[in-house]
């Protein structure tokens, strides 16, 4: 690692040139927070935030183009020469607090502005002109030891804002960084408080760490162990180490789009729950339905077909086509892939069973979920056929469209109009379409 001094610190041009139309107007302007820590870390093209003596009217005065993103805590956005957005906020420090919104108050001074920021990694400043590090905390020295450890009084930092402790989680899962003691006990004694968090801002941590952190399992291991889980997530707090190393070894799609792989993640660290049970805790925790449709989907599926999969691996085995076929229509073809990569995830910590045979699993689902007739618009014949064979129209059509799709899924070969018809008319005069038919309660849902 790097000696982590100004050296190998690249700021982008814009930035510097912002910083120096500040400076030249007589206000002192440093690059802080996020970016400054990542630069030392050596991570490129970052976003810096600038820090300024300016007040928020000032800046706005000082350049051609601005956006008031923040005004009230004094962040101004500066468009740069190519439309690139550059926050610029007023050095500010909070004269009250409440457990997570603090009112500020500017004309304060870098370091006090400093000593209002959460951990001492994220608490270096940097002067892109002068080129130079003001670093009061020693964040680089936590930097180059691997610690994350409060800006002050661990205890009192966390009472002011409750977020932190889970920041403080998220930030050592992200780099591979200890707690440091102090700390840890602060977020200890802040787990029974997180209640006070609004459900969205807990749901943005889950998110923050399951898209930044290579291995979540680690950050949710700590929530878990914080009592954190316990007091903002209960139906997790007990989740098990096995769930939370699954996280960690999801495949990779193909081409792993961001979303994808939050919702999969998502999924793996809901998925020792019932389906019910996730659905209703993402639904306290405000998810969209769309997220919640889908994890609730996968965990669901995971919950009833996850056991006799991994049966049938352990035993050295694929289950039958039709037993698959069941799987794909019931899950539905198009989280059919999802669902396997769940299952992957945690059958690639289990010893018993071949990798081999997963990857033929893979294979084999996939192929039937899309060649396969499961679905009632794959079957050979539709409710117009029917009602020209004499069958009425209303619920009944829609019963023998689910019988015939069942008995289809048992035997692909049967999916030939003829056929069909012919197995439709014989259920029909046995009378099975009647309502109470045990076809429907049978037939799941689409
Ligand atoms: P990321 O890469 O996740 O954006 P970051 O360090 O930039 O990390 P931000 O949430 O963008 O984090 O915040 C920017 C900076 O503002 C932080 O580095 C920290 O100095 C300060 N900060 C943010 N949130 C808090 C907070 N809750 N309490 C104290 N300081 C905070
Ligand atoms: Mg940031």
């Known amino acids: 690692m790097s000696t982590l001094d100004e050296r190998g610190l690249r700021v982008p041009g ?15 302007t440093w690059c802080v927070g996020g970016a400054v820590r990542d630069a030392l870390l050596g991570r490129a093209l970052l976003d810096f935030d600038l820090a300024t003596a300016a ?10 183009r601005t956006i008031p993103v923040g005004i009230e805590f004094g962040t101004v956005g500066v468009l740069d020469r190519d439309g690139r957005m550059h926050e ?89 960084f200890e707690i440091e003691r102090e700390t840890w006990v602060a977020i200890e004694a802040s787990a029974a408080h997180l209640t006070r968090l609004s459900p969205e801002r807990v749901k943005q941590e889950i998110d923050k760490t399951l898209e930044q952190v290579d291995a979540p399992s680690v950050a949710f291991a700590r929530w878990r162990d914080a009592g954190a889980f316990a007091a903002v997530v209960p139906a997790l707090a007990q989740v098990p180490d096995g769930t939370l190393a699954a996280i960690d070894r999801l495949p990779r799609a193909v081409t792993p789009t961001r979303p994808l792989r939050r919702t999969l993640r998502l999924a793996t660290l809901f998925s020792s729950l019932e389906g019910k049970e996730a ?47 069941r799987i794909a229509a019931d899950v539905g073809r198009l989280r059919v892939n999802a669902l396997l990569r769940l299952g992957a995830a945690h059958w ?34 539709d409710g117009d056929d029917l009602r020209q064979h004499g069958l009425r129209a209303g619920p009944a059509l829609g019963r023998v469209l689910q ?23 014989e259920w029909i005069a046995r009378g099975d379409a009647a309502p109470t038919s045990g076809a429907e309660r049978a037939s799941g849902h689409e």
């Open 88 to 176: 610029v906020t007023t050095f500010r420090h909070d004269v009250k607090t409440d457990g997570r919104h603090a009112v500020v108050e500017f004309g304060a001074s870098l370091d006090e502005d400093l000593a209002r920021r959460d951990f001492t990694i994220n608490a270096i400043a940097f002067d892109p002109i002068a080129r130079r590090l003001h670093d009061p905390f020693r964040g680089r020295e936590d930097l180059l030891a691997g610690v994350v450890r409060a800006v002050g009084v661990a205890e009192e930092r966390m009472r002011e804002d409750r977020l932190r402790a889970l920041r403080a989680i998220r930030f050592a899962s992200r780099f591979g």
């Open 279 to 325: 659905t209703r805790a993402l639904r306290a925790l405000r998810a969209s339905n769309q997220e919640i449709s889908v994890v609730g989907a996968l965990v669901d599926g995971w919950q009833r077909f996850g056991t006799a999969l991994e049966a049938h691996l352990v035993a050295g085995s694929l289950p039958s086509d039709p037993a698959l076929r």
């Open 55 to 64: 007040t928020p009217a000032q800046v706005r005065r000082l350049f051609r």
């Open 403 to 425: 019988h015939l799709r069942h008995l289809v899924i048992e035997d692909p070969s049967r999916n030939q109009r003829e056929i069909l018809l012919a197995l439709a008319g």
């Open 14 to 28: 814009a930035v510097i040139e912002l910083a120096r139309t500040l400076q030249d107007a007589g206000f002192p």
């Open 348 to 381: 690639a910590g289990d010893t018993r069973i071949a990798p081999r045979l997963v990857r033929q699993l893979f294979r084999r689902l996939t192929h039937i979920a899309f060649h396969d007739p499961i679905e009632i618009a794959d079957l050979a014949i």
